[in-house]
């Protein structure tokens, strides 16, 4: 069964500070992997998705995602915070196209002024 | 933009009474689901339904919940008999089915059982 590990239920980083939010997953076969953004009192938006080709992949507001086979991993990175980019971050794998999705714990972005 | 709607924003209700949580997906989709969350806790996978059957269900999704497509736009939640447990923020999602598996998120509705 495939299963989303986030690291960190909590992160902050400084305004214009490089963001890092870490996610691993497990899956027998090769997944599909998502980030989804969650605002205050909002619903579920989507970021960035890997299916398939190149493995660097680039999403809304300047994030992108790498998605590293050999360490099972799908970090999020964006190279300077912004005040807005304070939210609830949520790595998912599915397993097929239009499979349920499994979703990490989520991780709290806090950005500092 | 399309978006996926669902009504109420926030339910209240008693303990043992049923609930029904409404979603309008996206137009020309053709996959539905319904996830939850838990406060504080992550969003989980509930019941996924295609071509007017269940697809796929978790073992969340017990008899006291059920789903239904009444007409060509709704796409229902029932909860049967509430329990405390129940309360959560419910997640409609829909998506297209063919090359791109990007489910498009409701806003979510509240239900608080007392």
Same mark, same amino acid.
């Given at each position: ?54 493995? &660097? ?51 709290? &972005?806090?950005? &500092?002024? | ?8 924003? !926030? ?17 020309? !989709? ?20 295609? /071509? ?21 736009? /709704? ?23 063919? !090359? ?15």
């Amino acid at each position: 069964a495939q299963s989303v590990t986030q690291l960190g239920s909590h992160v902050s980083v400084s305004e214009g500070a490089l963001v890092l939010l870490r996610c691993n997953y497990s899956s027998s076969v090769p997944p599909y992997l998502f980030w989804y953004v969650q605002y205050p009192n909002q619903g579920l938006q989507l970021l960035l998705k890997y299916t398939t080709g190149a493995t &660097l992949v680039k999403g809304i507001n300047g994030f992108e995602a790498e998605f590293k086979k050999s360490e099972t991993s799908f970090h999020l990175t964006k190279p300077s915070a912004h005040m807005s980019d304070a939210a609830e971050y949520f790595c998912a794998v599915s397993l097929n196209r239009d499979d349920k999705i499994i979703f990490g714990k989520g991780t709290r &972005l806090h950005i &500092l002024p | 933009e399309p978006e996926v709607t669902q009504t109420p924003s !926030h339910q209240v209700t008693q303990m043992g009474q049923e609930v029904i949580l409404r979603c309008v997906p996206i137009s020309n !989709h053709l996959y539905f689901y319904w996830y939850r969350q838990i406060l504080g806790q992550k969003v989980e996978f509930l019941v996924s339904f295609y /071509n007017n059957e269940i697809s796929e269900k978790s073992e969340i999704f017990d008899d006291q919940f059920s789903v239904e497509r009444p007409d060509g736009s /709704n796409f229902t939640l029932k909860i049967r008999s509430t329990k405390l447990e129940d309360s959560a923020m419910y997640f409609c999602a829909s998506s297209v089915g063919s !090359h791109n598996n990007e489910q498009f998120f409701g806003p979510g509705t509240r239900l608080t059982v007392l």
